[in-house]
T-cell receptor, first 116, second 114 residues
């Protein structure tokens, strides 16, 4: 089974500082990895994904993610955090299921708190 | 605009009552999913459907039922057999049969037992 893990329940950072939200993965075959963001009482929004190619993937709202095959990691980063970045962040992979389906499978989520 | 619509946004259920959560998409996606979200537990898969008139149980299907009579619609019924239904429910859709495409989510329904 394909899976991802987010080792931190919460990350605190001061506004203007760089932020990192960690994710490690366990997949067989090619890793296709995703990051989503969830604001309070809302659905998840897609931020970015790694398919192949450059290890640094750029996404929405100034976020980027660094794919590291040797460390099996896919950490989400942003050079300068904003208070409005405070939200719940999910790393995800699509796990193979019967019938040719790939089920979106998520980490437990990391709460990012950006302090003014 | 293409997207997924969940309704209602808030729902209150009495003990022993069945309630149905609506999910409609106009993205022309074959695959649809229902997740349950509880604080600190991430998203857990309830049911998924790959095609009309077909659906499969996820990790926590007990006490829930679904139907997929139309491509656009995937309603979830929370039955009285679900002993702890208070949670945030999320519906999603995606292209079927691909590993590298993202899922699209509705805005969620918050269900509370009163």
């Amino acid at each position: 089974a394909q899976s991802v893990a987010q080792p931190e329940d919460q990350v605190n950072v001061a506004e203007g500082n760089p932020l990192t939200v960690k994710c490690t993965y366990s997949v067989s075959g090619n890793p296709y990895l995703f990051w989503y963001v969830q604001y309070p009482n809302r659905g998840l929004q897609f931020l970015l994904k790694y398919i192949t190619g450059d290890n640094l993937v750029k996404g929405s709202y100034g976020f980027e993610a660094e794919f590291n095959k040797s460390q099996t990691s896919f950490h989400l980063k942003k050079p300068s955090a904003l208070v409005s970045d405070s939200a719940l962040y999910f790393c995800a992979v699509r796990d193979f299921a019967s019938g040719g389906s790939y089920i979106p499978t998520f980490g437990r989520g990391t709460s990012l708190i950006v302090h003014p | 605009d293409g997207g997924i619509t969940q309704s209602p946004k808030y729902l209150f259920r009495k003990e022993g009552q069945n309630v149905t959560l609506s999910c409609e998409q106009n993205l022309n996606h074959d695959a649809m999913y229902w997740y349950r979200q509880d604080p600190g537990q991430g998203l857990r898969l309830i049911y998924y459907s790959q095609i009309v008139n077909d659906f499969q149980k996820g990790d926590i299907a007990e006490g829930y039922s679904v139907s997929r009579e139309k491509k656009e619609s995937f309603p979830l019924t929370v039955t009285s057999a679900q002993k702890n239904p208070t949670a945030f429910y999320l519906c999603a859709s995606s292209i079927f049969g691909t590993e590298n495409t993202e899922a699209f989510f509705g805005q969620g329904t918050r269900l509370t037992v009163v």
